[in-house]
Every structure is written in structure tokens, then in C-alpha cells.
């Protein structure tokens, strides 16, 4: 397993986030992350990377796993006067990285092929703030593959960017899928259905499954409304009890 979540709970104060979740996340593993608005998603996101501090339970990450993460598009500060290359090029920061440290021409021909591998060279030298959501979006992604990452943590990749530029990331996750490990908090599940290996619904607590493509096929059809009206509008997957699973084929 490259992650292992055990009895994790997360408070803000007095508010309960998330109480009591299990989760493990399997090597080359595509995890949909789903749930209401205000039920945990992002929090469980952040803890998992370090971002927030369990306040009870723990998470276990196998040793030597290399983590990155891309968080919601709101989240990053726009108006931040830098360009594109630069914000790719902070995915290779250490944390105890000195000031003035000089860029090494290796990381510069690291950060170009992940720009023309994203579609998003010609704009190396682009003011992020003049970039479309869809643009900022890729910029985010070539940043949390700095430093070649073992799982990569997505918050929302996909939310305010047009139909085109969405598929085109789905599909660069499910080539990445091929050697990494992806976990991504997502509204929107049915597109992303066709590359799931396995989806989480956190709402406070969690229900967790794996699923086979005649399964999942199936329970898109059956119990869409279900779901709907249990968990939130328009999220086409079968909510499993507590604990239930479907072994992956």
C-alpha cells in the first residue's frame, strides 16, 4: 500500500471534519474522492500531503514515497507577479532551500519537457495571471510533477475549465496513471468513471469500494438517483455500507 488512513479525525476547533476514516490507497491506484460540499474532501487531501495535522488517528505513507500535490485553482494567488516557468520550477523547492539558490540547467530542461509534454510551453514566459483557468490548471499539474512524484494529490483539477480542456486532462491522469498513483477530489465523477479504479465518499465519515467495469456500468445505471438524492446532485456512483467492497478485477 503507498497510503494507509487509520481511525483519522480532523477538527477545526470545534467543527468535526472528518471523524473516524479508514482508508488505503494500493500502488498505480486511480482514487476518485467524492462527497458534499463541506464534507472533508480537501481536508482529507491535505492531510494526506502534510498540509493539516491529524488530530487524531494516523497516516502511514510507504517509505521513500515521493508526494505531489495540486490544489483547487482558487487557492493560488494569480495575481502573484511571476510567470509560468517559474511556478513549474517551484515544484523542485526544497524546504530548506536557501535564498538566492541558483536554478540548476537540469531542472530548467526537467521543467520544458513537462511544459511541452503539458501543451503549455509556448507560455513559459506568460504572467500567470493572464492565463485561463484550463492554462493555470496544466501550470499546477507540471508543478506537482517536479519531483516526480510516486502519487499525485488533485483537488478539484477539472472545476471552472471548459469541456475540451477537462478531457484533456483526464486523459494525461489516466497516462499517468500508467506509472503513478492518483488521487483526485472531484463533482465530477461520470466523466472521470471511465478511469477509476476506485471511489471514496467522505462525508464526515467515509464509505470506501473497488469495483469491477460490468459492476460500475451496472450501479451508474441503476442507482444514479439514489445517490443523488442521498449525497448530492449529480454524482452517478453507488454509495456501498460502511466497509463494503468490490474486489478489483
Not at 509534454?117 to 513559459?124: A, Q
Not at 477530489?185 to 476506485?198: G, I, T
Request: aromatic letters at 8%; proline letters at 4%.
Amino acid at each position: 500500500m503507498d497510503v494507509v488512513v487509520k481511525d483519522l479525525c480532523v477538527h477545526y476547533g470545534k467543527v468535526n471534519a472528518l471523524h473516524k476514516v479508514n482508508l488505503a490507497i494500493e500502488n498505480k491506484e486511480f482514487l476518485g474522492v467524492i462527497g458534499p460540499n463541506g464534507g472533508g474532501k480537501s481536508t482529507l487531501l491535505k492531510t494526506i500531503v502534510g498540509l493539516i495535522e491529524p488530530t487524531n488517528g494516523s497516516i502511514e505513507i510507504k517509505e521513500g514515497l515521493r508526494l505531489g500535490y495540486v490544489p483547487q485553482f482558487t487557492s493560488f494567488e494569480k495575481s502573484f507577479p511571476t510567470t509560468v516557468e517559474d511556478v513549474v520550477l517551484m515544484g523542485e523547492a526544497k524546504k530548506q532551500q536557501r535564498w538566492f539558490y541558483r536554478t540548476h540547467e537540469s531542472s530548467y530542461k526537467k521543467s520544458e519537457e513537462l511544459m511541452r509534454f503539458l501543451n503549455i510551453y509556448d507560455l513559459r514566459h506568460r504572467q500567470i495571471g493572464q492565463l485561463s483557468g484550463g492554462q493555470m490548471q496544466k501550470v499546477l499539474i507540471a508543478r506537482a510533477l517536479m519531483n516526480d512524484p510516486d502519487l499525485i494529490a488533485m483537488d478539484e483539477p477539472t472545476a471552472s475549465i471548459d469541456a475540451q480542456t477537462k478531457m484533456e486532462i483526464y486523459n494525461l491522469l489516466h497516462e499517468l496513471n500508467e506509472e503513478k498513483t492518483i488521487v483526485i477530489v472531484s463533482h465530477e465523477v461520470e466523466s472521470l468513471m471511465p478511469y477509476l479504479d476506485s471511489v471514496f465518499c467522505v462525508n464526515t465519515t467515509a464509505h470506501y469500494y473497488h469495483r469491477d467495469e460490468t459492476h460500475l456500468a451496472k450501479h451508474l445505471t441503476d442507482d444514479m438517483q439514489n445517490l443523488h438524492d442521498e449525497l448530492y446532485p449529480g454524482c452517478p456512483v453507488k454509495i456501498f455500507k460502511e466497509h463494503e467492497t468490490v474486489e478489483k478485477s
